[in-house]
């Protein structure tokens, strides 16, 4: 009885041969249909074991087709895909950190097409450097006399130590040997970058004297790291960045700072928390800076180092500077935002980063009032919507505290036993959309900061396809 239900299957062969199998074929190739042959029939085969005839209608050639189209659609679909960041954080480094502006992402396109100057020296047409497409207009914005890119912060304070200390001693203020995110530690990253670290002072307090005290002729740098993603308060005492930077010069040795996320320009100019700019921490007498370009920046992901020249250069000729080069798409999307600096008043605008940091509570308010009904519809009474005030904050180490003033949805299910499930449930639900939407949980709500929404219509296309289950289906 049930070898004859297996026979109901049709084989692999005879379903490519139908005509309705064409259409698979063309768009996916001729080994992924014959994957989803498989699969689908292994599946059949499995229900006509446990259901016996009441799987069989599953065996016609036409719901296995289908199904075989489902799985090859599933299979496809790319995993790295857009979202809606609703967290709150607008540099937020698990959702990608910074958004490029248009004209980052046009010079992306452009040189990602084919061939590029990107070695070349289009004036001599012999070999060039791909540093000199930024470099001019690092030392522009920041007034270093050199500067070069690597694929990220860590990866440039990684160069920068292993190029001035290794086998020597790095000076440290105990109060910096941060941890940002789990992976990046910087007494591992002195470590491996074959340096020595000397820890100076407390974790509260750190004197000149720990510095001067501490130098040997086995020193090679002092450093200082921004403690960008949390706070020293109370009984505290640091060594500002022109003491360090004029006790390391008395002994002739560099001075660098890992800035973290640095900016270019005074922030306070659009409202903003102020933050370290690297001509300010260049001017207090750093030799180097390091930092993120794809965080307050609001470029693509890189690292830069700037500062003299001489040590720039010994950066270049490190092997390690070739394994930790950024390549052409990311040097066209840089250059293409550190142009943007060079018009400070028109930045708000044309920067997606800063205009993000500095849209109005107002604004984001009216957007709520806006989006609100339409919300309420697609929950259908499974959850409540309301309009709350909240605080969004800039993200990636910048400012730990929750600063700007914003607007949000907040949903809740119904109170009672299972209302939790009921949450992670509704946060699910926001997370399976085509564009997964992307809130957090606070205090029993599901809150979607809207400050980093600029695609309404988007978000508003989608959201009537929400299935929370349970009120609305
Ligand atoms: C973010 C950060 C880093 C790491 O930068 P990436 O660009 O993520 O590699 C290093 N140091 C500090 C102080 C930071 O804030």
Redesign the pocket.
Known sequence: MAKDLMQAVPGIDQLLRLESAAPLLAAYGRELVIESLRVVTARLRNSLADQGEAALPGAANEPILEAAGRYLAGLMMPSLKPVFNLTGTVVH?NLG?APLPPVAIEAMTAVARGASNLEFDLATGRRGDRDTHLEPWIRRLTGAAAATAV???????LLVLNTLARHKEVIVSRGEL?E??GS?R?PDVMSRAGARLREVGTTNRTHPADFEQNINPKTAILMK?????YLVEGFTAAVSEPTLGAIAHRHELPFIV????GALVDLTRYGLPHEPTVAETLGNGADLV??????LLGGP???IIAGRADLVERIRRNPMKRALRIDKMTTAALAAVLRLYTDPDRLIERSVTLRLLTRAQADIEAQAYRLRPVMETALGGAASVEIVPCRSQIG???QPAELLPSAALSIKPPAGRGSGRSLERIGAAFRHLPIPIIGRIQEGTFLLDLRCLEDETGFLAQIARLDVGGGNS
């Open positions: 480094t950190r694929n990220n912060n860590a990866a440039a304070v941060i940002i995110g990046f910087i790291v921004h403690t960008s993603n890992d800035l973290g996320s390091m930092f993120s370009a794809d965080k992901q890189a690292g990636s180490g910048a």
